[in-house]
Nanobody, 124 residues
Framework: QVQLVESGGGLVQAGGSLRLSCASS????????MGWFRQAPGTERKFVAA????????DYADFVKGRFTISRDNAKNTVYLQMNSLKPEDTAVYYC?????????????????WGQGTQITVSS
């Protein structure tokens, strides 16, 4: 049974930082590209960042470039999202997801497995 479990969410002031973690089990983590998506109330889920299976290639949505960093530790079966210079508009539920495709994807339907999400609230 595949599980992706996010942690590290919470309440932070604008300009602050948070680090999300997503621990996986039940899949060969090193064979999957990993992505982070977010969904604010009343909006569609949006791509945030993705990293390939080896960690050698990353992709970011324009609205997080220069502020967020995705990384992974295959020995720990974990992917991370370091979020700096947070803004109130970053408030959302953040989800990690696993994708078995060769190429990085920004499309949520391409991802095979999803975590339950973790809430990030950025106060102004």
């Amino acid at each position: 049974q595949v599980q992706l479990v996010e942690s590290g969410g919470g309440l932070v002031q604008a300009g602050g930082s948070l680090r999300l973690s997503c621990a996986s089990s039940g899949l060969f983590f090193g064979a999957y590209n990993m992505g982070w998506f977010r969904q604010a109330p009343g909006t569609e889920r949006k791509f945030v960042a993705a990293i390939n299976w080896s960690g050698s290639n990353t992709d970011y949505a324009d609205f997080v470039k220069g502020r967020f960093t995705i990384s992974r530790d295959n020995a720990k079966n974990t992917v991370y999202l370091q979020m700096n210079s947070l803004k109130p508009e970053d408030t959302a539920v953040y989800y990690c997801a696993a994708d078995r495709q060769l190429m990085l994807s920004r499309i949520d339907n391409d991802y095979d497995y999803w975590g339950q999400g973790t809430q990030i609230t950025v106060s102004s």
